[in-house]
């Protein structure tokens, strides 16, 4: 698929098939994180998780939901893949949300191109960056903390184009 079309079919899916995406996908996917821009070229500050036991995601979002007291909240949306972006607490905040943000969405981007759903996380990774029990699950040293995350897998709905939101964007050439 080429860039422009996968970029047209990009959304934000919500609903899952319960499969699994295969590891050649998975590889992709993190190649696809591994090639990100990051702030001068300091990967050695990021690191990923990911999650496809689906014990641990349930504890996430059940966790999530503690914190934020609803429930019935499903943060990662049923997602069989959740691949969580971890900063180094040493840099900005700024910087960390840059830094996976440009991992992210190359991933969702990759995802797109394999037809596969894909989610942008950050409410799961805001509420829980700080809680024990979710930097347990992930094995996450003291020192790094969830940024955010990217939530994958095969849509239940079939992706489609949509055209650029040009007019909703307030645009001004200088």
């Known amino acids: 698929m080429e860039l422009t079309k996968a970029m047209r079919m990009r959304r934000s899916t919500r609903s899952y098939l319960p499969q699994q995406i295969t590891d050649q996908q998975l590889a992709a996917l993190l190649d696809a994180a591994y090639l990100a821009p990051t702030a001068m070229g300091r990967y050695e500050r990021l690191q990923l ?23 019935g909240a499903q943060p990662t949306y049923g997602a069989p893949t959740v691949i969580f972006v971890l900063g180094s607490r040493e840099d900005p905040e700024a910087l960390l949300g840059a830094n996976a943000a440009c991992m992210v969405d190359q991933m969702s981007l990759a995802a797109t191109d394999m037809g596969l759903g894909s989610v942008y996380l950050f409410g799961i990774c805001n509420e829980l960056k700080d809680s024990a029990q979710a930097s347990a699950l992930l094995r996450i040293p003291p020192q790094f903390r969830m940024v955010s995350a990217l939530a994958v897998g095969v849509p239940a709905e079939p992706l489609t184009e949509r055209e650029p939101q040009a007019e909703r964007v307030k645009t001004i050439t200088i």
């Not at 998780?49 to 939901?65: I, K, M, S, Y």
């Open 49 to 71: 998780r990911v999650v496809q036991d689906p014990d641990v995601l349930a504890a996430l979002n059940a966790d999530f939901a503690a914190a934020i007291g609803n429930v």
